[in-house]
T-cell receptor
């Protein structure tokens, strides 16, 4: 079964610090890697996404680093803020399978003021 | 105001009862998806549909059924065969032509009485 493994399960950082969440995948056919942010009781919202033809993508304080040979990708949140406290999910999909997303288990991020 | 709506927000099911969760989108998206979310786990795909009158099973389809009679609607029925239905159910949609990501609705929390 296709899997995406995410770590850590929970993360606590201080305001202004860097939050780093890692994901590893098995299926080399995956061609799209999004990160979602979810607040309690809400649906996930797309944060940032990357395709395997680039090694890094940055949008504001959020950066995805992608290592195709290691089959790993990570989310970096710079200058973390209390408002960033949420659950973060990595995911992967391939266009030829209807773009069905395979999700990681999630990381609960807490940013202390 | 475009988006994905799910109703109801909370739903209670009695033993042996079938219940139907509603998902409507006015984004003109071709594809629609249903996911189940359990505490401490990532989202798992139940069913998805890429076109009207066609749908495919996801990873955990047993005990669930869907229909896609209209482009904007993708209702999910949780049948009495689903022995552990308590979860947060999320509907998503996607524009296949633009290859954009999936966008999620606000979710329905199903509880068993």
């Amino acid at each position: 079964q296709q899997q995406v493994k995410q770590s850590p399960q929970s993360l606590i950082v201080q305001k202004g610090g860097i939050s780093i969440i890692n994901c590893a995948y098995e299926n080399t056919a995956f061609d799209y890697f999004p990160w979602y942010q979810q607040f309690p009781g809400k649906g996930p919202a797309l944060l940032i996404a990357i395709r395997p033809d680039v090694s890094e993508k940055k949008e504001g304080r959020f950066t995805i680093s992608f290592n195709k040979s290691a089959k790993q990708f990570s989310l970096h949140i710079m200058d973390s803020q209390p408002g960033d406290s949420a659950t973060y999910f990595c995911a992967a999909s391939k266009e030829t399978s209807g773009s069905r997303l395979t999700f990681g288990e999630g990381t609960q991020l807490t940013v202390n003021p | 105001d475009g988006g994905i709506t799910q109703s109801p927000k909370y739903l209670f099911r009695k033993e042996g009862q079938n219940v139907t969760l509603s998902c409507e989108q006015n984004l003109n998206h071709d594809a629609m998806y249903w996911y189940r979310q359990d505490p401490g786990q990532g989202l798992r795909l139940i069913y998805y549909s890429q076109i009207v009158n066609d749908f495919q099973k996801g990873d955990i389809a047993e005990g669930y059924s869907v229909s896609r009679e209209k482009k904007e609607s993708f209702p999910l029925t949780v049948t009495s065969a689903q022995k552990n239905p308590t979860a947060f159910y999320l509907c998503a949609s996607r524009d296949i032509a633009s290859k954009e990501t999936q966008y999620f609705g606000p979710g329905t929390r199903l509880l068993v009485l």
